[in-house]
């Protein structure tokens, strides 16, 4: 069983916390700064399995971790579930974020946490893994975030075209038109107040 | 609106908070903000004021007041509310609150929803934080999805299942007729989560076994090559290693499953590919699956073969996980393990620190009584350079090591040294009483033994459990150094005075612990039996301890100085420089001697047992485990038995030392009762060197017989302890009693002096 999921930056700060047993808050947070101080400590080339801390349970539970640029991805898990497995599951996370996000980074994940939790919840489920195909998760995420637009229906419409406005990319009016030999002047229009 | 637009304007000001004081503040204010809102009833971005307060609980502040707001968001009818609702749910409730029995009636509604995802939410969450009640409101809910849904439902609906059985095992059997349907779905994430159910199920109720053991033949005939789960050219790994490990449970103690499987597995084993990591993941799940069912002897040497290759494999991974694995087998393989010992042992040379930990445990239990030497030097030489988190796991394992392995007893020593100076601040407790127990015993090696410690005490004195026993055997053995002679190394030429300094160093350094500075200070004193000249300077160390601080050296710095006082005319009595003493470390060390009883360190037991025909006797003070510390020497004496303390005589009632019973090296004889022809004589023998035997003959020179000899002899419970040269007047009374001429007689005899125990 997958105790906890945490992904975290390289100064510690949590980007994602998923825990499928119930601790208090003080616990949590505790964890994740337990957590950090053992994998920020690991060379480049050394393996990826760690003995877990004290707090999140002994000796059962191990820390499987992979690191991506400026991410740790850390599953604690117990023994039941296979160390090189695990591995392949983080890899297969990761690659369905990239997926989802076009090209993945911590921005993503940061200002997206919600969208993260919902690819993770497709993925894992009550620290069970459900679901492995890429593909597979990916058409499932998209088809419940299309029921959660199409659901916001006319209420949403003003917002969606002031969004759309203000992504539109305009080009700007050029001064100057040269066709060929001929160089004809624009008058300056007048402006409209 | 999506949700998550306010949840990022909030998300930038957090980020764009310079301090964390102003990071604070900021949340404090959006905090207030979102309850304010939630006191609402109704309002607009409810599902944004969640998922804020979702990300402020990650960061590690208090969000308890969500709880109810998503107790609500979950009874909403519109999706992106439900969906909010429960990611809060998931992470802000649990079993102990009373809110989450709040939802289980919109869970249950979410069931029977038409809508996929909004089952797929409800599953979701029942699976992460569902109670043992609601988990039992809900199961008939949860069979039936598990038969009646498309498969994407059934896939969460078996996962839900298995969370279930593991809170209510009863409800087992329920599902167990659904789970055996679904092993014959298609689709791979059904099939995997079926898996995962029928494992739980057979790991709680093994009759269940039987059953399943045809269908998952059929499953794995069904799991055939499918492109879409392909992972870099191995058909579904996640899926084969969970079929894997239900395998291994099937066959586990059932030979009729095993049989069947052996085929099997032999050909996932040959054809899987290894040079990539997938390929090991399920390499590795048929070789454990092959070592815990009973396989036969070919399957297994390839198994093991298999993790041969992983140790030599380059990636660090391989080999951690290969170790593990070698771990599990290592009692009941041990030969084919050992076959790999020489990489192991490498291992411990790795820089990663999981790896050594890994080569540690499995290079401990290779050590056997033929490879114990060169073993240990590896381990020692790991144990100077392993980190420190390893070091006392080392040290424990090198004393076990070498206690059932030593080839000699010198070996023992020496191995046993080197640890106390490499790692001596890790080793645990009993590591002191119990290397004081070995010396005493190889009483050859004494010598040898007090000058390699005075060496190891003169280089380094901060390591305690060294200093302690150098004390000690310094103290014990302080003559042989003194003499300078050693036949088994080069001696070193120490003078009285060196010696002094060395003890007197330990008694100031900072360093020292208490019962270190204890242990130098007996040691001291113990020395002025063995020594000449220098007496006035151990009498002048002493007597500064008695106004020392420290109680326990106080208490006994003042009886030592009274000892110098009162006694100094034993000092030299010639019997004692010549006998050792009997040490009695631990309070579990059981002296088999005549008449007398086991040791008690603490209070010493002065008691009226001349109530020989009472038989009754007076209760043990026992005293706390005194493990390290050295035994302590006692004030006052117990109240009963004041007479006996006569019988002790010589010694003050208030200051009753521990003493020590000295060991007799001769054997001479003296007739301790002599009374109308009958004669009781009483020898002495020292029989080992923690006995001493005392014979007592009796022979009758009359004419007529004597029928019904009794002889009864009793002698005084005293409370023993290394810590002392000095002995106790030991009395012995005789009760005897016989016919003779068919009259009864009845003798008490007192023996005060013992043939080899001077007064």
């Known amino acids: 069983m997958i105790k906890a999921i945490l992904i975290f930056n390289n100064h510690g700060k949590p980007r994602l916390s998923k825990f499928y047993e119930h601790y208090n808050e003080d616990t949590e947070q505790q964890i994740i700064r337990e957590t950090f101080h053992l994998v920020s400590k690991r060379d480049e080339n050394v393996c990826n399995f760690l003995e877990g801390g004290m707090l999140i349970g002994g000796s059962d539970y191990k820390l499987i971790y992979r690191h991506y640029a400026t991410l740790y991805f850390v599953f604690c898990v117990d023994s039941s579930e296979s160390e090189l497995g695990i591995l392949d599951l983080i890899q297969v996370f990761v690659e369905t974020l990239d997926k989802c996000f076009e090209n993945v980074c911590e921005l993503d994940l940061i200002f997206h946490v919600d969208k993260v939790h919902n690819i993770l919840a497709e993925m894992v489920m009550g620290g069970m893994v459900l679901e492995t195909n890429m593909n597979e998760i990916i058409t499932q995420v998209d088809a419940q975030n299309k029921m959660e637009k199409s659901e916001a229906g006319i209420a949403g419409a003003p917002a969606r075209a002031v969004s759309a406005v203000k992504n539109m990319n305009l080009p700007e009016m050029p001064r100057n038109i040269n066709i060929g030999d001929i160089s004809i002047k624009v008058p300056n229009l007048p402006s409209f107040k | ?759």
């Not at chain 2, 992972?231 to 291994?248: E, H, K, T, Y």
């Not at chain 2, 409370?719 to 003798?747: E, H």
Request: net charge negative; proline share 4%.
């Open chain 2, 1 to 759: 609106m999506s949700p998550s637009v306010p949840l990022q304007e909030m998300i930038r000001a957090i980020r764009s908070a310079r301090t964390q004081c102003e990071e604070r503040g900021v949340i404090q204010r959006e905090c207030a903000t979102i309850r304010a809102q939630f006191r609402q009833a109704d309002n607009e971005g409810r599902s944004h004021n969640l998922a804020k307060l979702l990300y402020v609980h990650m960061l590690g502040y208090p969000a308890h007041f969500g709880q109810m707001e998503c107790v609500r968001m979950i009874a909403s009818p519109r999706y992106s509310e439900k969906r909010v609702g429960y990611l809060g749910a998931m992470m802000l409730l649990d079993e102990k609150q009373d809110a989450s029995l709040l939802i289980t009636n919109s869970i249950k509604n979410d069931l029977a929803n038409s809508n996929q995802y909004v089952q797929s939410l409800a599953l979701c969450t029942l699976a992460c934080m569902g109670s043992a009640e609601m988990c039992r409101d809900l199961a008939p809910e949860i069979n039936r999805l598990l038969r009646a849904s498309n498969s994407y439902i059934k896939k969460k609906a078996a996962l839900c299942a298995v969370h279930i059985v593991r809170k209510v095992q009863d409800l087992g059997e329920l599902f167990a007729p659904s789970a055996r349907c679904l092993l014959t779905e298609k689709n791979h994430g059904v099939l995997h989560g079926a898996v995962v159910l029928i494992t739980e199920l057979c790991e709680c109720n093994p009759e269940s076994l039987e059953l399943v053991l045809i269908r998952w033949c059929q499953c794995l005939v069904i799991s055939g090559y499918s492109p879409d789960h392909d992972v870099a050219g191995i058909s579904d790994p996640f899926l084969q290693v969970r079929i894997l490990r239900l395998l291994r449970i099937l066959g586990h103690n059932n030979e009729a499953a095993s049989d069947a499987m052996n085929d099997l597995l032999a050909q996932v084993a040959t054809n899987t590919d290894s040079t990539k990591t997938v390929g090991n993941a399920v390499l590795y799940e048929t070789v454990l699956t092959v070592l815990d069912i009973k396989s036969e002897s070919g399957l297994r040497v390839l198994a093991v073969n298999i993790l041969g290759r992983f140790l030599l494999n380059n990636d660090r991974n391989i080999r951690y996980i290969a170790m593990i694995s070698l771990q599990k087998i290592v009692g009941t393989d041990h030969n084919a393990v050992q076959r790999h010992r020489g990489t192991i042992v490498d291992c411990l040379k790795d820089q990663d620190a999981s790896v050594k930990r890994r080569a540690l445990e499995l290079s401990l239990a290779l050590v056997s009584a033929s490879n114990i030497r060169s073993m240990m030097k590896e381990l020692l030489s790991f144990l100077s350079s392993c980190p420190p988190e390893l070091r006392s796991q080392t040290a424990s394992g090198i004393f076990i090591a070498a206690e059932r392995y030593a080839p000699s007893q010198r070996w023992h020593i020496d191995t046993i040294l080197h640890v106390l100076t490499t790692a001596g601040g890790d080793v645990r407790d009993e590591t002191v009483p119990n290397l004081i127990q070995l010396i005493t015993n190889t009483s050859e090696l004494h010598c040898y033994t007090v000058h390699k410690l005075y060496r190891a005490l003169h280089n380094d004195i901060s390591q305690q459990p060294l200093v302690q026993v150098a004390c000690w055997c310094i103290g014990e053995y302080g003559d042989l150094l003194l003499r300078g002679e050693c036949q088994e190394m080069e001696p070193v030429q120490v003078t009285e005075d060196d010696v002094l300094d060395v003890l007197e160093a330990v008694l100031q350094s900072h360093m020292s612990s208490p019962s270190t500075r204890g242990f130098a200070l007996t040691a001291t004193m113990k020395l002025s039996t063995r020594i000449t000249e220098n007496v006035d300077r151990i009498r002048s160390i002493v007597s500064i301890y008695g106004s020392c601080i420290d109680v326990e050296l106080q208490q006994r710095a003042v009886e030592y100085n009274a000892l110098f006082k009162k006694y100094d005319h034993m000092r030299y009595s010639t019997e004692w420089l010549g006998q050792r003493f009997l040490v009695f470390v631990c309070s579990t060390f059981v002296v088999q001697s005549a008449g007398l009883s086991p040791p008690i360190c603490g209070f010493p037991q002065v008691c009226d047992l001349l109530d020989l025909l009472g038989g009754s006797e007076p209760p043990l003070q026992s005293s706390p485990a005194l493990g390290s510390t050295a035994p302590l020497p006692v004030g006052t004496a117990g109240t009963a038995g004041g007479d006996l303390l006569d019988l002790l005589g010589g010694l003050e009632p208030t200051a009753i030392m521990t003493v020590l019973l000295s060991v007799f090296s001769v054997a001479p004889t003296v007739s301790v009762y002599d009374k109308d022809g009958v004669t009781v004589t009483l020898s002495c023998e020292k029989q080992s060197d923690s006995g001493l035997s005392i014979t007592l003959t009796a022979s009758n020179s009359t004419d007529s017989d004597i029928r019904g000899f009794t002889l009864q002899a009793a002698v005084p419970k005293v409370c023993i302890s290394s810590s002392f040269s000095f002995q106790v007047n030991l009395k012995m009374r005789l009760r005897i009693s016989y016919t003779s001429q068919g009259s009864a007689v009845q003798d008490t005899v007192q023996v005060d002096s013992f043939p080899g125990l001077g007064h």
